[in-house]
Each structure stands twice: as structure tokens, then as C-alpha cells.
């Protein structure tokens, strides 16, 4: 039997905790498992251009230490459709292939990618002032509204800079976070100590002249080719860390900057202490993610345990 769990049933057994806690081992252990005790995996994204107004992304195989599971997910990415990214996530038994459940991928997809960048954004940002930072967001959308609230659960901050294209969804976004809305990227990144980038923007938003020393962004929407938010200028002014080196300069912001591979650190090396991450409060410092299969696995495989724990979701046998 196969567990569907539908949009409304990730929503009520996901945890932000439980989730950022999976993801933070995730970073530290991804990429040490070996195929039948050889080489460790490399999980492989695959994205190729439709002759309609999208994009097709698989990502495979998700898999991680510890667990006897593995995910392939199938998304399509269509720009001027609501929701954009719609598709599925499979989590199959390693043991021996089941299909253990289906799961949609956009809920999936948001809350990986938002509270990884949550996680990010609060291991390289420099400590909190006193009376708390200021938070700005560029792009009020799906993946923002988790990062967000991932954050708040790290950190504490005094006020909230939000800019979108679009400016009822800002100030529906800012109803429901607070803050204010601001009416450009670089109002959002004159105004913020922290900035969160999550559009789909294919030229910059900004520069090294927008920002100031001691700055943290994180930079969410440059994870397919020809998508970028921030110019090469900004992202060689200081610490730049990644989430996989060779994809981000296959498909992510090195390659839109043309950087290659040496130019950033890895997540996983900071947390592994392999790196020491940010060395002075002056320093700026930028988290590029592309997204990674085992990313998927991680918040999957926390979900099938709790909505098997709660009995929630609908069990259907492919097989009949």
C-alpha cells in the first residue's frame, strides 16, 4: 500500500523543528553513503526546457545515513502559473523499491528549501545587535513565508523590510508577519541587516554598492540556469557559501556570475567544522543554495513518519 498525503496532510504533521533538526544532520552527513558499499551517491538534478512556457526537474535519488529510504522527485515549473511549482515526491523503500508514499512536491519543495535557508542564514549571519536585527525579504511568495518563519524560531528580530513586484502580495505577506513593505530591492537591502531572496528574477536585483559590511543575504531564486539575484560583484566582496559547489556552477549562482567551483564553501563543511565560516563581524557574507535530492528525503521521510504515527492520509494500492 502506498500513503498519499496531499498538501493539507503535510501541513498538519510537518514540524518546523523536527524538520531544521533532519535537514542541519542532513548537512552534516550528506554524501557519505556508498552504493553497496562503494563510492558515496551523488544525487543528480536533471532540468531541460519544455515546448510550452515551463521547465521539467527531477531530482534523484535522495538518500541519506540512517535511512532505509530513498526519494525521487518529478516537478514542473511553469512562471505565470499559481501555484508555479507543482509535481511529486516519492519515497521508496531501500529495502527492496515499495512505493512508500506520493506526496506533493511544492509543499515538500517549500519547506525544504525554506528552512534550509532558515538553517543557512542563521549559522553565517553575524550575531544579533542589540534589540534584534532587521529582516528584509525580496520575493513575498511560498518559499520566503517558510524561510521566515524557520528564522523566527532562531533568531529574534525588531523589525521586517518586505519588496515584491507585486505589491498586494508584500502587503499580504507583512499582514501576516508584520513589518512594512519597502518599495524597491535596494530600500529592502538599505534597511535590513538580513536579506532573503526568493523571486524569479534572470538579472540582478543587487550590486555590491547595496549593501554594507557585516551584511548576510541569502539567495534562493538562482537554482536553474539563467535565474540570478545577485551580481558577481556582490557575491566576490566576501564569504560565499553554497550548498553543493559543482552544481551551483553548473546551474546556480557561480555559474550566473561565472564563477567557478574554488570561489565558494559548502554548508556541510561549516557545520563539520571543516571551515570555519564567517571570521569578523565586518565580513558580508552570501548563501547561494541550488537544492539537493537528499533535501527532499529529509523532510519526506520526517513526514511519512508522522502522518503514519497520526493516521493521516489516504493509502491506495498501485498494484491492484
Given at each position: 500500500?502506498?500513503?498519499v498525503?496531499s498538501r493539507?496532510?503535510l501541513?498538519?504533521?510537518?514540524?518546523?523543528?523536527a524538520?531544521?533538526?533532519?535537514?542541519?544532520?542532513?548537512?552534516?552527513?550528506?554524501?557519505?553513503?556508498?552504493?553497496?558499499?562503494?563510492a558515496?551517491?551523488d544525487?543528480?538534478?536533471?532540468?531541460?526546457?519544455?515546448?510550452?512556457?515551463?521547465t521539467?526537474?527531477a531530482?534523484i535519488?535522495?538518500?541519506?545515513?540512517?535511512?532505509e529510504?530513498?526519494t525521487?522527485?518529478?516537478?514542473a515549473?511553469?512562471?505565470?502559473a499559481?501555484?508555479?511549482?507543482?509535481?511529486?515526491v516519492?519515497l521508496?523503500?531501500?529495502?527492496?523499491?515499495?512505493?512508500l508514499?506520493?506526496?506533493d512536491?511544492?509543499?515538500?519543495?517549500?519547506?525544504?528549501?525554506?528552512?534550509?535557508?532558515?538553517?543557512?542564514?542563521?549559522?553565517?549571519?553575524?550575531a544579533?545587535?542589540?534589540?534584534g536585527?532587521?529582516?528584509?525579504?525580496i520575493?513575498?511568495?511560498?518559499q520566503?513565508e517558510?524561510?521566515?518563519?524557520g528564522?523566527?524560531r532562531?533568531?529574534?528580530?525588531?523589525?521586517l523590510?518586505?519588496?515584491?513586484?507585486?505589491?498586494a502580495r508584500?502587503?499580504?505577506?507583512?499582514?501576516?508577519?508584520?513589518g512594512?513593505?519597502?518599495?524597491s530591492?535596494?530600500?529592502?537591502?538599505?534597511?535590513?541587516d538580513?536579506?532573503?531572496l526568493?523571486?524569479?528574477s534572470?538579472?540582478?536585483l543587487?550590486?555590491?554598492?547595496?549593501?554594507r559590511?557585516?551584511?548576510?543575504?541569502?539567495t534562493?531564486?538562482?537554482?536553474?540556469?539563467?535565474?540570478?539575484?545577485?551580481?558577481?560583484?556582490?557575491?566576490e566582496?566576501?564569504?560565499?557559501v553554497?550548498?553543493d559547489?559543482?552544481l551551483?556552477a553548473?546551474?546556480?549562482?557561480?555559474?550566473?556570475?561565472?564563477?567557478?567551483?574554488a570561489a565558494?564553501?559548502?554548508l556541510?563543511?561549516?557545520?563539520?567544522g571543516?571551515h570555519?565560516?564567517?571570521t569578523?563581524?565586518?565580513e558580508?557574507?552570501?548563501?547561494a543554495?541550488?537544492?539537493?535530492p537528499?533535501?527532499?528525503?529529509?523532510?519526506?521521510?520526517?513526514?511519512?513518519?508522522?502522518?503514519?504515527?497520526?493516521?493521516?492520509g489516504?493509502?491506495?494500492?498501485?498494484?491492484?
Amino acid at each position: 500500500m502506498t500513503l498519499v498525503l496531499s498538501r493539507g496532510d503535510l501541513l498538519a504533521v510537518l514540524d518546523p523543528e523536527a524538520c531544521v533538526a533532519s535537514l542541519r544532520e542532513g548537512f552534516r552527513r550528506a554524501g557519505t553513503v556508498g552504493a553497496r558499499g562503494g563510492a558515496p551517491v551523488d544525487g543528480l538534478r536533471i532540468r531541460t526546457d519544455l515546448p510550452f512556457p515551463g521547465t521539467a526537474t527531477a531530482l534523484i535519488p535522495g538518500v541519506l545515513p540512517g535511512i532505509e529510504a530513498y526519494t525521487v522527485k518529478v516537478n514542473a515549473k511553469f512562471p505565470g502559473a499559481r501555484p508555479a511549482l507543482r509535481g511529486v515526491v516519492c519515497l521508496h523503500s531501500g529495502q527492496d523499491g515499495e512505493l512508500l508514499a506520493l506526496m506533493d512536491s511544492a509543499t515538500v519543495t517549500a519547506w525544504r528549501t525554506g528552512l534550509a535557508a532558515a538553517l543557512g542564514t542563521h549559522l553565517l549571519a553575524p550575531a544579533d545587535p542589540a534589540g534584534g536585527a532587521v529582516l528584509g525579504v525580496i520575493g513575498a511568495g511560498a518559499q520566503a513565508e517558510i524561510a521566515v518563519g524557520g528564522l523566527r524560531r532562531l533568531r529574534r528580530f525588531r523589525d521586517l523590510a518586505v519588496h515584491d513586484i507585486d505589491p498586494a502580495r508584500a502587503a499580504d505577506f507583512t499582514s501576516r508577519h508584520g513589518g512594512r513593505t519597502v518599495a524597491s530591492a535596494a530600500r529592502v537591502a538599505a534597511a535590513a541587516d538580513i536579506v532573503v531572496l526568493a523571486t524569479w528574477s534572470r538579472a540582478p536585483l543587487l550590486r555590491a554598492a547595496d549593501t554594507r559590511p557585516g551584511q548576510h543575504l541569502t539567495t534562493l531564486g538562482a537554482d536553474e540556469p539563467g535565474k540570478q539575484e545577485l551580481a558577481a560583484d556582490l557575491l566576490e566582496t566576501g564569504l560565499l557559501v553554497v550548498d553543493d559547489r559543482d552544481l551551483a556552477a553548473d546551474m546556480g549562482a557561480l555559474a550566473a556570475a561565472g564563477l567557478p567551483p574554488a570561489a565558494a564553501v559548502t554548508l556541510g563543511e561549516i557545520l563539520r567544522g571543516d571551515h570555519p565560516g564567517r571570521t569578523h563581524a565586518a565580513e558580508r557574507s552570501v548563501y547561494a543554495p541550488v537544492g539537493l535530492p537528499w533535501q527532499d528525503l529529509a523532510i519526506a521521510w520526517t513526514a511519512y513518519q508522522r502522518a503514519r504515527q497520526l493516521g493521516v492520509g489516504t493509502r491506495v494500492d498501485l498494484l491492484s
